[in-house]
């Protein structure tokens, strides 16, 4: 999938304003290039699966680059528990848990604290419905990944046949204007 020209126009609804498999094929130059200085990303299933102690190595080195290229990639999680504080803690990420995605003020509260504003951040993550849908609604720039791990909780998956449906349907409505 085509990482480049994803950042115009802004997205809206459900539709991703980019969509890659895995955030280590986020392109950190291009991002930094559109004025990009810092990326909300989610934990579970974006960062780390929940078998993992930690991060993949993939994971890792595109964290230093991040780093490298002067954005600040900061963890931003529904989840609460110390597992997450606690890993974002030994990779030395500034982290916001408990966050409340999809509601407005998750974000708010996230770009306050950061000094950010909407065009300076995008928000990472695994979840259309929770990810995807309020960073647009927040004006942030939003990129889906694939989930890292299939096996998920069974709230989670009940949704993912509803997500399939929902970026199909973009997809078709796309092809339909650029056609
Ligand atoms: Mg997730």
Same mark, same amino acid.
């Given at each position: *999938? @085509?990482?480049?020209?994803?950042?115009?126009?802004? =997205?809206?609804?459900? @539709?991703?304003?980019?969509?890659? =498999?895995?955030?280590?094929?986020?392109?950190?130059?291009? $991002?930094?290039?559109?004025?990009?200085? *810092?990326?909300?990303? !989610?934990? !579970?299933?974006?960062?780390?699966? &929940?078998?993992?102690?930690?991060?993949?190595?993939?994971?890792?080195? +595109?964290?230093?680059?991040?780093?490298?290229?002067?954005?600040?990639?900061?963890?931003?999680?529904?989840?609460?528990?110390?597992?997450?504080?606690?890993?974002?803690?030994? $990779?030395?990420?500034?982290?916001?848990?408990?966050?409340?995605?999809?509601?407005?003020?998750?974000?708010?509260?996230? $770009? !306050?604290?950061? #000094?950010?504003?909407?065009?300076?951040?995008?928000?990472?993550? !695994?979840?259309?419905?929770?990810?995807? +849908? #309020?960073?647009? &609604?927040? #004006?942030?720039?939003?990129?889906?990944?694939?989930?890292?791990?299939?096996?998920?909780? $069974?709230?989670?998956?009940?949704?993912?046949?509803?997500? =399939?449906?929902?970026?199909?349907?973009? &997809?078709?409505?796309?092809?339909?204007?650029?056609?």
């Amino acid at each position: *999938m @085509s990482t480049h020209n994803q950042f115009t126009p802004k =997205r809206t609804g459900f @539709s991703p304003s980019q969509q890659v =498999r895995h955030v280590s094929a986020i392109d950190l130059e291009s $991002l930094r290039q559109s004025g990009i200085r *810092m990326l909300l990303i !989610d934990f !579970d299933n974006t960062l780390i699966a &929940r078998h993992e102690a930690r991060p993949s190595a993939a994971v890792l080195a +595109w964290l230093e680059r991040a780093r490298q290229a002067g954005i600040e990639a900061v963890v931003f999680s529904n989840n609460r528990s110390r597992r997450v504080s606690r890993i974002a803690g030994e $990779l030395r990420l500034r982290c916001f848990t408990g966050v409340g995605k999809p509601a407005l003020s998750a974000y708010r509260t996230a $770009l !306050d604290a950061c #000094g950010q504003t909407p065009a300076t951040v995008v928000a990472i993550g !695994d979840q259309v419905f929770r990810d995807i +849908w #309020g960073a647009n &609604r927040s #004006g942030v720039h939003s990129i889906l990944v694939e989930p890292l791990d299939r096996r998920e909780f $069974l709230p989670i998956r009940l949704i993912r046949p509803i997500e =399939r449906l929902v970026l199909a349907s973009l &997809r078709e409505r796309q092809l339909r204007n650029v056609g």
